[in-house]
């Protein structure tokens, strides 16, 4: 069985000459099937915590370990996290000039399939996709997120999503930004992904309005680049109610 | 993408299709021939030595001119040249005084002006009225050391058909002149490869003259060389002309490779479409694209569309982009030009390698899928071929 387990993780920062230490010593285990929403106010490091396990070079692993089912993940470079079984639906996805969203999923599904999917095969795969997710087949032909609304960029993130079949999915924010309808549909798109039984979800979030349509199992409220509180469903429930206040405080105080 | 930075919109109404990016001028006089620094003409002593800080010569390196600048740089052979013409094409060698020669467009520049003082010989390929070769007509133009100037004229009798390949390899210092003459009805296609040696110098100004109802395509494509200048130009003899101007380039470490192209819609009712693309890598590659199109008044029904894409793959590479478009009627289908400057940077390379893909195989795919849709217009499989194989080896050196 799949599992991601972060240990003790530290991760600092290069910000106006000065390093910043961002995440201070974060401990998770998510394991194959299971649903864990991170949640936290801006700054709290959720976000940092998302590009660190994927590899994003801006940051700086000084201390703590990773590992996907007892392999070490710092010592992959992006695209091997990546193939092993990790994947980020980024908040902020990039333009790609000149790569059509066609040529980019057969690509990215090569790459982590280990061998080109059978032509005929993938395109309906792609077409049907696409279908559950409301996205026009013309999308295929545009360019990787250009000119892409905000809802359209999320969209492409989870059709990426239910076409690389990861081990683990993080989804960073992929709420914001999304009005209801649109926020339905991704929604919808996620929890396909999670019925197979066999995605561990990190679900980093700043609002708890997307709980409602993707239901975890575990909430852990992210303060002071931490783990402040975990708990059930529930804890989600006590945040809507009394927002992260105390939690800011405590990191104040701490 | 980002927009480049360019001037604004001076004055009076944009025409529908244009686009803010970039000058349109709406002038009584056309500014494009009052800023060069002399008026066009065959003889290169009408024209000053450049100091380089003319409109024409300010983004040319003068000093890796090796002096074709200056009448320094004396010619010494140097260059071979094969041309192979398939049946009912004919190719002459031809002195000065032919009338054929100079036809399509005068020497703007010095350089321009000093190969045409210099050359001995002319070549003339010939297809005659309503030929329609089969094969294309190739030529080969290998640099053996050696400086050279040169002159060729390429002319197609009415409603004649071909596809000529202009292919230049090796290392040379070469300044020439370049004549297409397109009769009524005929098609002409231009391939023009610069697949040059690192240290190879070319400098060429190619005059079009595009014939009534006739149909001009040409597709430049410049790798090599450590400066490549050249100087499409394009004129209508009379209506209903077409003219079609693609544009590839990959610009290496220490390169300049500069294109600088005009379109001057003389005559009413004739089309004009201009696509170049670039990419670009390493210290000091520069990359300089200008692209003129002027409408004169008696211009009437022109549609005219011009657009230069840039990628830049690493830090330390310069592009100059700068599209200029003067209209001097407001009586035409459509005017338009655009241009774009985009990097390929760390997070584009860390979206595409979170997706499982290796960094090398990123590249390859931003830099193919950048220039895929004007190589498959090239419409010739060998050349299409060799140019992606050439792309493929540009970003292998660089990885």
Not at chain 1, 123 to 141: C, G, N, Q, S
Not at chain 2, 371 to 377: D, G, I, K, P, S
Request: hydrophobic share 40%.
């Amino acid at each position: 069985m799949a599992t991601l387990e972060i240990r003790d993780l530290h991760v600092t920062v290069e910000a106006d000459n000065a390093t910043k230490e961002i995440l201070k010593g974060v401990d998770l285990t998510v394991k194959q099937g299971e649903t864990h929403a991170i949640m936290g106010p801006n700054g709290s490091g959720k976000s940092t915590l998302a590009y660190s396990l994927a590899g994003h070079p801006k940051y700086t692993i000084t201390g703590g370990t990773v590992t996907l089912d007892g392999e070490d993940v710092l010592e992959m470079s992006v695209d091997e996290r990546a193939r092993a079984g990790l994947f980020l639906a980024m908040q902020y996805p990039v333009e790609v000039p000149g790569v059509s969203v066609s040529n980019f999923l057969r690509t990215s599904a090569t790459a982590v399939r280990g061998e080109a999917p059978k032509l005929r095969t993938w395109v309906k795969e792609v077409k049907e996709a696409m279908e559950r997710l409301h996205m026009d087949p013309a999308f295929a032909e545009r360019n990787v997120n250009e000119g892409f609304s905000g809802g359209e960029k999320k969209r492409h993130e989870i059709l990426q999503l239910e076409l690389l079949k990861p081990k683990v999915a993080i989804l960073d924010e992929t709420d914001s930004g999304l009005d209801v309808d649109a926020l339905r549909v991704v929604s919808e798109g996620v929890n396909r992904v999670r019925e197979g039984g066999e995605v561990g979800t990190l679900l980093i979030t700043h609002y708890t309005r997307i709980l409602r349509y993707i239901k975890p199992d575990h909430v852990h409220v992210f303060a002071g680049g931490r783990i402040a509180e975990s708990g059930g469903a529930e804890l989600a429930d006590k945040l809507e109610a009394e927002g992260y206040e105390s939690y800011v405080k405590g990191g104040a105080s701490a | 993408m980002a927009e480049a930075q360019n001037a604004p919109v001076q004055g009076g109404t944009v025409p529908a299709g244009s686009t803010t990016a970039g000058q349109i001028a709406v002038a009584a006089e056309s500014t494009v021939a009052t800023r060069m620094s002399a008026p066009p003409s065959y003889d290169v002593a009408d024209f000053p030595v450049p100091h380089g800080r003319e409109e024409e010569w300010r983004f040319t390196p003068l000093e890796r001119l090796r002096g074709l600048h200056d009448g320094s740089a004396v010619a010494d052979g140097g260059i071979r040249v094969e041309i192979s013409t398939p049946d009912g094409v004919t190719q002459e060698t031809v002195g000065r005084d032919d009338a054929r020669v100079g036809r399509a467009g005068k020497p703007v520049d010095r350089v321009a002006a000093q190969a045409y003082s210099a050359f001995e010989k002319a070549s003339v390929v010939t297809v005659p009225k309503e030929a329609r070769p089969e094969e294309p007509i190739r030529i080969t133009v290998h640099g053996e050391g050696g400086t050279a100037y040169a002159h060729q004229v390429i002319e197609l009798g009415a409603f004649a058909e071909a596809v000529v390949v202009i292919d230049h390899t090796g290392d040379a210092v070469l300044a020439a002149n370049v004549d297409y003459v397109l009769g009524d009805g005929a098609k002409l296609t231009v391939v023009a490869v610069q697949d040059w040696d690192d240290n190879a110098v070319h400098v060429a100004q190619h005059n079009t003259l595009v014939g009534r109802d006739a149909s001009f395509k040409s597709v430049v494509v410049t790798f090599g060389g450590d400066l490549v200048r050249l100087h499409p130009r394009v004129s209508y003899a009379s209506t209903g002309g077409s003219a079609e101007l693609i544009g590839l380039y990959f610009t290496d470490q220490g390169q300049h490779q500069e294109h600088r192209l005009l379109v001057d819609h003389n005559q009413p009712h004739c089309s004009s479409n201009v696509v170049y693309k670039g990419a670009l890598q390493g210290d000091d590659a520069h990359a300089v694209w200008i692209g003129d199109v002027l409408i004169e008044a008696a211009a009437e029904g022109t549609d005219t569309y011009e657009m230069n894409r840039n990628l830049v793959l690493t830090d330390g590479a310069r592009v100059d982009s700068v599209p200029n478009l003067e209209i001097e009627t407001g009586e035409i289908v459509g005017a338009g030009h655009a241009s774009a400057t985009g990097r390929f940077d760390d997070e584009q390379l860390f979206y595409l390698m979170a997706r499982g893909i290796p960094e090398a195989d990123a590249r390859r795919l931003v830099v193919r899928g950048f220039f895929a849709e004007l190589v498959q217009q090239i419409g010739l499989p060998d050349v299409e071929e060799r140019l992606l194989a050439k792309i493929e080896a540009e970003l292998e050196a660089a990885v």
